[in-house]
Structure formats: structure tokens, C-alpha cells
């Protein structure tokens, strides 16, 4: 029996997957954050529960339909179904929107019918209803996908440590549908009753330049210098060059100073550094590890690297490996 609740909520994508399972279900459902595996993983859960025949019963829109169809959609009768399902991806509706058609739904919600919206980013507007239940699908935290990881290989009769497990996690930036994937590749890979260890996560998961500059800066703070020629040495042994990582290092270290200065929320840094709100908050970790005046002499002297090497005046392999020392030096 479906229990159905009213009232302005917010809940964690665990807890929406619980409440779901145990009987308890909302008219509406506003998935909101910025992990698409979490959102779609949503939405599939609420499709299966109560639709029958989505061919009859389904409407999927892109974006902003027009109000007509979409109440024409919203107040449907299902067809041999238990609810008929209306899905908005990426639907960020102005107030004239909603008080032209919307908002009348939302105050009344059908009993025949579910909406599901599926947005990457917040829309508050949406969340003044009583019936929206609100699912935060922001990245999840490290214990929670190692736990998953950990799960997963389990169900294929495949161990794997926390250690590895959280590895894994953060060469795939905590990133679900890449973490989802990268899992399956270690299993079939290992087999079943073999072991997943970090020597099998180094060769089969591939760390992109954005997390190699990460991992190198975490390494820089932690001043653990070793580690850093290890990651530059890995990064030029796969093609890229002193140049490319240069600019990689200053577009870092110049979002590590903007974080460490602003009072902004984490909400309009990544709007204004084109970043996801996970990344501010890994970037906001990472700049605790160094002082605001080394931040801003590693930014001054890549800087002046940068315009030295395409005058001509600097070489590039060298400006890399010295300007990488000094900022390890200085912090």
C-alpha cells in the first residue's frame, strides 16, 4: 500500500530509495543535483513502481513544453497502469509559467498521475509546494561510495579493500555513473572470486588530466614531493606536455586563490568558474592546505611563466619543472 505524504521535504537520494521501497510516495518529484546517475537511478525507481506499459502511460518533455500539453499530460487517466508518468528534464519554469498552468496542478495534484522533474541545477521555485518532494542528487560522500563499491563487488563474489574501493572513487572524481562503470570493467576483469587491488585500479581506470592536477596539488600541500614527479612523469609519459600541464596548474591554483578569497557560496563559485558544486567543494578542501599569499605568489609567478614561454624567453620543460619546485618550496 503506497502511503501518500504532504508537506515541504528534502531528502537524501538513500532515503527517497528507502521511503519509496517501504510505501511511502509523493505526486511529485523534483531530482535535483548534480549527479545524473542519482537523478536517472530516480527516476527509473518511480517509473517502475507505478507505471505499466510506458509506451501508454509516459510522457518524457526536454526542457519547457508549452502549458497546454503539458496539462493535457499532467491530467491524463492511466491506461491499465497504476499512474501515468509525466517526466521535465532540465525544466526551470519563470512565474508567469507557473501561474499559467502549473501552479494549479501543483496546489491539487492528480491522484492518477506522477510528475518527475530532473534538474542538474536548483530551482526554488519549485520548491515552495506542499507536494514536491525535493531528492538531493549532489555527489555523494566518500564513505557512502565506498560502501557501494564495496557492495557491488561483493554481489560478484569479488573482494576489494576500503582503501582500493576509495581509490577508485576519487580517480573517477566521485562521479557515479563513472564509478558504476569503472566497476563493472574491474569485475569482469578479476572474475569471479578474484580481488580487486590497487595495482588492478592503476592499470584499468583512467585518471584524466583534471584529476592527475588534483591529486599533484593535494600532493603539493601535503608536501609529499615524491609523489608530485610521480604524477608529472605519469601525466608527460601519456602525451601531455610541459606546457599543457602549465597552464592545467595555473587554471588550478588561480581557482584555489578564488576560492580561498570569496564569501560566495558554493553555488555562485561554480556558476562563475564554469565548475560543477562538488568540484568547490574539493577545491575549498584543498586551498585549507595552503596559505592565502602562497596561493597568490603561485598564480603572480605562473603568470609571469606563461608570458615568458610565448616571448620566447623561458623554455618550457624547464619554466614546468622550476616553477613546480618553487611553488613547492614556498608553500
Excluded at 527517497?16 to 531530482?31: C, I, M
Excluded at 531528492?135 to 557491488?152: G, H, Y
Excluded at 578474484?194 to 584524466?208: H, P, Q, S
Aim: charged content about 30%.
Amino acid at each position: 500500500m503506497i502511503e501518500y505524504i504532504e508537506g515541504r521535504i528534502v531528502v537524501k537520494y538513500i532515503e527517497f530509495k528507502n521511503q519509496l521501497e517501504d510505501g511511502r510516495a509523493y505526486p511529485v518529484y523534483l531530482f535535483e543535483g548534480e549527479d545524473a546517475f542519482f537523478r536517472e537511478r530516480g527516476y527509473s525507481l518511480v517509473k517502475n513502481k507505478f507505471v505499466s506499459q510506458p509506451e501508454l502511460n509516459l510522457a518524457i518533455f526536454d526542457g519547457e513544453p508549452t502549458v497546454g500539453d503539458l496539462v493535457a499530460s499532467l491530467n491524463g487517466y492511466p491506461f491499465m497502469s497504476e499512474k501515468r508518468m509525466t517526466v521535465l528534464k532540465e525544466f526551470y519554469p519563470k512565474q508567469d509559467y507557473l501561474k499559467n498552468g502549473l501552479k494549479s496542478y501543483l496546489d491539487s495534484p492528480s491522484d492518477s498521475g506522477v510528475l518527475v522533474i530532473l534538474n542538474e541545477k536548483p530551482h526554488e521555485a519549485l520548491k515552495k509546494f506542499e507536494c514536491v518532494c525535493v531528492v538531493d542528487c549532489a555527489k555523494a560522500d566518500s564513505q557512502l561510495l565506498v560502501r557501494w563499491i564495496k557492495a557491488e563487488c561483493n554481489k560478484s563474489g569479488i573482494s576489494i579493500d576500503g582503501e582500493t574501493a576509495k581509490a577508485l572513487s576519487e580517480y573517477c572524481l566521485s562521479d557515479m555513473t563513472r564509478i558504476e562503470n569503472e566497476t563493472s570493467k574491474l569485475i569482469s576483469y578479476v572474475g569471479s572470486g578474484g580481488v580487486i587491488d590497487l595495482t588492478a585500479v592503476d592499470e584499468m581506470v583512467v585518471r584524466d588530466a583534471e584529476y592527475k592536477i588534483y591529486e599533484m596539488t593535494d600532493f603539493i600541500g601535503k608536501r609529499k614531493f615524491d609523489r608530485v614527479l610521480a604524477v608529472i612523469n605519469d601525466m608527460m609519459s601519456k602525451g601531455e606536455t610541459a606546457q599543457r600541464i602549465l597552464v592545467s596548474v595555473y587554471n588550478y591554483f588561480r581557482r584555489l586563490l578564488l576560492v580561498a578569497i570569496s564569501d560566495k557560496p558554493n553555488s555562485e563559485l561554480a556558476s562563475m568558474l564554469g565548475i560543477k558544486e562538488f568540484a568547490v567543494r574539493k577545491t575549498k578542501d584543498q586551498a585549507e592546505m595552503f596559505k592565502k599569499r602562497a596561493l597568490k605568489s603561485a598564480v603572480d609567478m605562473l603568470t609571469d611563466v606563461d608570458y615568458k614561454i610565448k616571448r620566447g624567453i623561458l623554455e618550457a620543460n624547464d619554466a614546468m619543472w622550476l616553477s613546480i619546485f618553487k611553488i613547492m618550496l614556498e608553500n
